[in-house]
């Protein structure tokens, strides 16, 4: 069998009626930003039905069968609505990819998926603002989603691929997106105001680089090795109790810790907290503010509805962390600062702000012919964690047993990538497991320092639940390891 590429639109009327352009925010305007995930489940499903269930799915997402307009101003054109390629491509997964595939970033080769190039689509030479994949095999079917960041954040790309599980499966329950009702923000009258909101920006937002003059270097400026740190729920649950007990106990002697309740810092902010003490150690200069990405739908919806569709990504920033050379004090200091940013973030006059001012920052480049780009950023790091996201509800009528894949992309030391783990096969027992709270973490570190960041993993994990714990060692892989450098491996 070869490859075979279907041109799909919407198989009836769209959310979007008869209307010929939707017009983009000026939070949608990441020009130079894409993303691919891929859902594998372990039997062959059939190709017509993933065909007929996506046309249905297009009428929900009419955006990914539109074309960029950039005059008079930005928009998709949706009427009438273009094809977009599905391919469906011969696929020999080995046993072990086919089953036991349980890393979430895949070490590269990636999957031979259909890919958005940015560039492509910004010229004019290739205008799809999405492209789908399916790898069928007699063991395992891979389906997979790339797309410009221009019309989807991760929120709408998951809730895509969960819908168009559900159209395969037969059993629509999601809410549909929604495309009214989103407005750009007027900017803080107030300067002070607006110099603060300013101040939690993160260096992405003003790192630019002109279109037509691109130096590719600036993207990889120094050589990275990729780190994974595995954490069981077990591990998760113990590292929570243990920065939970630190928190009570700084907050009973009213010192650090006491701005926070304790009971209100979670599993995400603890995880957040142990990985970024953990980098310093490959750092010339300490991590003293952290940038976590949030999505801001619903904070305030007269201006961002809780379904809205594009791009609702916003950040939580911390206040300035002062260092402690005791693992315990910065692990506190640092989680205790995120769930105080989240809370900050979750205010809806503060999101309004932070709309109007982020979305001056992507609009002022993309009006000039700039792109953007994640640089150094000493002092400062990225949590991008979707360890909280339903990915299993997309499983194409295999529950349990579907797993996801993200590329491994960032190139640079100062982004943190978190996910849910995937399910496990258990070869012995014929059965599929889910461990309810592992985590998988990907870092990128500067290439001769990542085994520092991993001793200090270890170093941290010991000081913070103690010696004597009762749960082993977090499990991390140095990628640079020639022992390594496997495709997969199973974490539980």
């Not at 190709?47 to 799915?57: M, S, Y």
């Not at 559900?166 to 009258?189: F, M, N, S, T």
């Not at 300490?286 to 201006?303: E, K, W």
């Amino acid at each position: 069998m070869s490859s075979v590429t279907h041109m799909i639109v919407p198989s009836g009327p769209t959310l979007l009626g008869e209307k010929p352009l939707y017009r983009l925010s000026k939070n949608d305007l990441l020009l130079n930003y894409t993303g691919y995930i891929v859902s594998v489940v372990p039997a062959k499903l059939d190709v017509d039905r993933l065909r007929e269930a996506i046309a249905r799915t297009f009428t929900w997402f009419p955006l990914f069968c539109g074309r960029l307009v950039r005059e008079p101003q930005w928009a998709i054109s949706v009427s009438p609505p273009q094809p977009v390629p599905l391919v469906i491509k011969p696929w020999n997964p080995t046993p072990s990819e086919s089953m036991e595939a349980t890393l979430v970033v895949r070490v590269p080769p990636a999957l031979p998926i259909e890919d958005i190039n940015p560039f492509r689509l910004l010229s004019g030479e290739e205008p799809f603002l999405g492209k789908f994949t399916v790898l069928t095999s007699e063991t395992a079917t891979a389906i997979a989603m790339s797309c410009t960041h221009i019309v989807s954040d991760l929120y709408v790309a998951v809730k895509f691929m969960r819908v168009w599980s559900q159209q395969y499966v037969g059993d629509v329950i999601d809410r549909p997106p929604v495309y009214e009702g989103i407005v750009d923000p007027e900017l803080p009258a107030d300067p002070a105001r607006l110099a603060f909101v300013r101040s939690k920006l993160p260096k992405l937002l003003s790192d630019t680089f002109p279109f037509d003059k691109i130096d590719f270097s600036i993207f990889a400026p120094f050589p990275v090795t990729r780190v994974d740190v595995f954490l069981s729920g077990a591990q998760v649950r113990a590292l929570h109790d243990a920065v939970l007990r630190l928190a009570a106990a700084a907050a009973a002697r009213g010192g650090q810790g006491s701005n926070v309740q304790p009971s209100a810092l979670t599993r995400q902010d603890v995880l957040s907290a142990l990985i970024v003490a953990a980098t310093n150690a490959s750092y010339d200069t300490p991590v003293t503010q952290i940038h976590s990405v949030m999505d801001c739908r619903g904070v305030n919806p007269a201006f961002l509805p809780r379904e809205a569709i594009a791009n609702g990504i916003q950040y939580a920033t911390t206040t300035p962390v002062t260092i402690s050379s005791d693992p315990r004090e910065l692990v506190l200091s640092y989680a205790t600062h995120i769930r105080a940013s989240l809370i900050e973030a979750r205010d809806p006059q503060y999101v309004k702000d932070l709309l109007a001012v982020s979305g001056e920052e992507w609009y002022g480049p993309a009006q000039a012919n700039l792109g953007h780009y994640v640089a150094p950023s000493p002092g400062q790091i990225c949590i991008n964690s979707s360890y909280r996201v339903n990915w299993s509800a997309t499983h194409f009528g295999y529950p349990g047993q579907a797993r996801w894949h993200h590329p491994d992309t960032v190139p640079t030391d100062n982004y943190v990538l978190m996910f849910p783990s995937n399910p496990v096969y258990d070869r012995a027992s014929g059965t599929w497991r889910t461990d309810e709270g592992a985590c998988d973490v990907s870092v990128k570190v500067r290439t001769g320092r990542q085994d520092l960041f991993a001793a200090e993993v270890l170093r941290v994990w010991k000081a913070v639940v103690g010696e004597g714990s009762k749960q082993p060692l977090p499990k991390v892989v140095n990628f640079g390891h020639k022992e390594a450098g496997i495709s997969w491996h199973a974490k539980l």
